[in-house]
């Protein structure tokens, strides 16, 4: 089966390891192997740090700048160190960090979060009571949620360590038969042909996720290491559009979609979809579809 090119054995991998687990497994692509290489795609939860703990966290703009912040600098450490390590995010959650190389060249960064270690339980509702202050976030939702966190002995982390390993196990034995396929220089990186720059696609991810927020390029431009002059330039060239006009395009087709299938009322819908200004949302979504938010539930939603 594993010669077989529909065969994913790294989604199958993370299927079974997560089956009946509560952490969670996000691999960030570097290099674009990943994600447009078929037999190494994942889903798109595995590509961003989404579990119910991390979702609490990031509700507000502070507290999504702050995850978003602390990424980036696990990333660089990350490629700093060129080894696994064992971190905390800013609220006191625990993860195993590992970069995967091929031929010192970073491929991805594995990780393995929504661990809380017993014996820090102490330390992270002090962080808590301290972060949900400045970020805005309610303290009774991160508190509630650290039921959703896997919760171990500091011991344990040594069984964690080793799923970490066996996932970049997996995407360098999987790189290494492809490179033996495909008869490629042995210092080489393969490539994959895709509709759209890798980069691109996994920033559009990002605005699928996270339309609801103040979402950034030059956030996310940090996260793959890129200028954000040169990601806005790569954007509109790849997509047709820029950054901003195409996550406004994200949001009205959520807004169109929560008019037509729901009762809630227009103001809802507006901050919803990540348009804290009303007005706002009404001039912009008449301009995008010719008519107002009423006015599109009404013909939208007439029997």
């Known amino acids: 089966m594993a010669a077989d090119k529909d065969f994913n054995l790294l989604n199958s991998t993370l299927k079974w390891m997560l089956k009946d ?13 990943i994600h447009q290489n078929s037999s190494l795609q994942i889903p798109q939860k595995n590509t961003i740090h989404s579990c119910k703990f991390c979702e609490y966290a990031k509700l507000t703009t502070r507290g999504f700048k702050f ?3 602390c990424k980036e600098l696990s990333l660089k450490k990350a490629l700093t160190k060129k080894n696994l390590f064992i971190g905390q995010c800013y609220l006191g959650i625990t993860e195993i960090v590992k970069p995967i190389y091929f031929n010192d060249k970073p491929v991805c ?17 002090s962080n808590i009571d301290r972060i949900s202050n400045l970020t805005g976030v309610k303290r009774q939702y991160l508190i509630e949620s650290l039921d959703t966190t896997e919760k171990i002995d500091i ?8 799923i970490v390993e066996i996932i970049g196990s997996s995407i360098l034995q999987h790189i290494n038969q492809g490179m033996k396929l495909s008869r490629k220089s042995a210092s080489a990186l393969p490539s994959y042909r895709s509709t759209n720059n890798w980069v691109i696609e996994l920033i559009q991810n ?5 339309y609801d927020r103040d979402l950034q390029l030059s956030q996310l431009a940090k996260l ?14 790849e ?10 395009s994200v949001r009205i087709d959520k807004a169109k979609q929560l008019l037509s299938m729901t009762e809630a009322n227009i103001v809802d819908i507006s901050i919803d979809v990540g348009y804290k200004n009303v007005t706002y949302f009404n001039r912009l979504f008449k301009k995008n579809t010719g008519m107002t938010p009423k006015e599109y539930r009404i013909q939208n939603t007439s029997a």
């Open 206 to 210: 990002y605005i699928q996720s996270y």
């Open 109 to 125: 960064v594995v990780y393995l979060g929504n661990i809380t270690l017993k014996e820090q339980t102490s330390n992270i509702y």
């Open 21 to 33: 687990r509560k952490f969670h497994i996000c691999i960030h692509d570097l290099s674009g192997i």
């Open 224 to 237: 793959y290491f890129l200028n954000p002059q040169y990601l806005c330039r790569l954007f509109k060239k």
């Open 155 to 162: 011991s344990e982390l040594s069984e964690y360590e080793e």
């Open 67 to 69: 995850c978003l912040k």
């Open 239 to 248: 997509t047709g559009t820029n950054f901003s006009d195409y996550l406004n």
